[in-house]
């Protein structure tokens, strides 16, 4: 699951309002749908069956506990998930209008009782980015995304309005931004970047899809801190994305090569941002037993107005990885072992605080100990402020249940 860290930490809401919504949500959905084992994982896979035609709801629990060796600092925090895609209305016989869903995506995050956060885990290590980005100091319950989607001219177009998560609608890749089944790290599970990735306002996004090919646009507020700020919409700062991207039909497996410009509005703390990303996944051998990945993300812009502000800024100027994954190995089906390089470079306001750029690792293996339980231990090595080699181990527990409904 997904970085978060800024989008957590905007605002601490009601738990009791969140366990009714969660009920709710589970009551509605039980009665209606079936198990679907089949199904696995994050937002991507609510989207996805919305573009089948199909409804889908999924309850998750993530847990992670996450110690660096040299420091000896422990991190443990939690993630309730209730995601989900309903179908509201179907098309009409013109093939105009196809398909509209409503997306949603309600979590509940928490630091296990007697472990520290993530941010100061990260602190203690002088690390120059988060090791996870569940990075909380106390309990927050909101909705992620939540929104409609219209899809219009035969599928080709896809209208999203709501509350929109741009970091999981650009640069998309099954290997990435999914930090309660793949990658833990920050650089990977999110962005330590830009500010357009954790935008959390209200927006609007359109995508065209074409043979081998596809474009969308669009923009969210980028101010929003509460729930359905409309308030803060009507002052008109947003973040705004455009992508274009290269991806050929194939009968198996994913080719997808997209490139990313965003510009975010200045804000009362920090600066006009600009910027572009890069991603690319390819997938190849039998059954698509490997997958090759990689984002790469620079910014301009996005500096504290004033020195209080500085520390709002993203701490990195530019920052990728490049990863190689090995799906089902050793004939495991659910399982998979993967890895990346990585590299991130300070910004000048970091600099000053005594941090070069950093480079690292990150290795996981995925074991799946029954049907939707998979258990994850990880391996980051990372060079810290003192210029050494940090090493933090890791262990994700995910219970997970799917359900679909035609």
């Known amino acids: 699951m997904m970085s978060r860290s800024r989008l957590y930490k905007t605002m601490s809401r009601a738990r009791k309002c969140g366990l009714a919504l969660c009920a709710i949500a589970v009551f509605m959905f039980a009665g209606l749908m079936q198990p679907n084992p089949t199904c696995a994982g994050y937002l991507d896979d609510a989207l996805e069956a919305g573009e089948l035609g199909v409804s889908y709801f999924q309850v998750a629990w993530t847990g992670l506990y996450q110690r660096s060796l040299s420091e000896g600092a422990e991190a443990g925090p939690y993630d309730f998930d209730l995601i989900g895609s309903a179908i509201l209305g179907r098309g009409t016989d013109s093939n105009v209008f196809g398909d509209t869903d409503l997306v949603f995506w309600l979590f509940s995050v928490d630091n296990m009782g007697g472990f520290g956060s993530t941010s100061e885990l990260s602190r203690k290590s002088g690390l120059l980015w988060d090791t996870n980005d569940i990075a909380v100091s106390s309990s927050v319950t909101q909705f992620g995304a939540i929104g409609l989607r219209q899809f219009l001219f035969d599928d080709r177009f896809e209208l999203g309005m709501g509350k929109l998560f741009p970091g999981l609608i650009h640069n998309?890749?099954?290997?990435?931004?999914?930090?309660?089944?793949?990658?833990?790290?920050?650089?990977?599970?999110?962005?330590?970047?830009?500010?357009?990735?954790?935008?959390?306002?209200?927006?609007?996004n359109v995508k065209y899809s074409g043979p081998g090919w596809f474009a969308q646009?669009?923009?969210?507020?980028?101010?929003?801190?509460?729930?359905?700020?409309?308030?803060?919409?009507?002052?008109?700062?947003?973040?705004?994305?455009?992508?274009?991207?290269?991806?050929?039909?194939?009968?198996?497996?994913?080719?997808?090569?997209?490139?990313?410009?965003?510009?975010?509005?200045?804000?009362?703390?920090?600066?006009?941002?600009?910027?572009?990303?890069?991603?690319?996944?390819?997938?190849?051998?039998?059954?698509?037993?490997?997958?090759?990945?990689?984002?790469?993300?620079?910014?301009?812009?996005?500096?504290?107005?004033?020195?209080?502000?500085?520390?709002?800024?993203?701490?990195?100027?530019?920052?990728?990885?490049?990863?190689?994954?090995?799906?089902?190995?050793?004939?495991?089906?659910?399982?998979?072992?993967?890895?990346?390089?990585l590299h991130g470079t300070a910004t000048d306001y970091q600099g000053s605080l005594g941090f070069d750029n950093q480079y690292g690792l990150e290795a996981y293996w995925k074991y799946s100990v029954a049907q939707g339980v998979d258990l994850t231990p990880s391996l980051q090595l990372l060079k810290n402020s003192d210029g050494d080699l940090e090493t933090v181990i890791g262990l994700r527990l995910k219970l997970q249940r799917d359900f679909t409904a035609p």
């Open 172 to 204: 998309e890749s099954p290997y990435t931004a999914n930090n309660s089944e793949t990658f833990m790290t920050k650089l990977v599970s999110a962005s330590a970047v830009s500010r357009y990735f954790e935008a959390i306002g209200l927006g609007a």
């Open 217 to 341: 646009a669009g923009f969210t507020d980028v101010k929003g801190v509460e729930e359905f700020d409309f308030s803060s919409f009507a002052d008109g700062v947003f973040s705004w994305t455009g992508e274009i991207g290269w991806a050929p039909e194939r009968t198996e497996g994913t080719t997808v090569v997209s490139l990313l410009g965003f510009i975010v509005d200045e804000t009362s703390a920090l600066s006009r941002e600009t910027g572009f990303a890069i991603a690319a996944t390819h997938e190849l051998g039998e059954d698509q037993g490997y997958g090759l990945f990689g984002r790469y993300t620079v910014r301009d812009g996005g500096e504290g107005l004033t020195p209080a502000d500085r520390e709002q800024e993203q701490r990195l100027s530019s920052g990728g990885f490049v990863g190689l994954a090995l799906n089902a190995p050793f004939g495991q089906i659910n399982d998979q072992l993967a890895f990346a390089v």
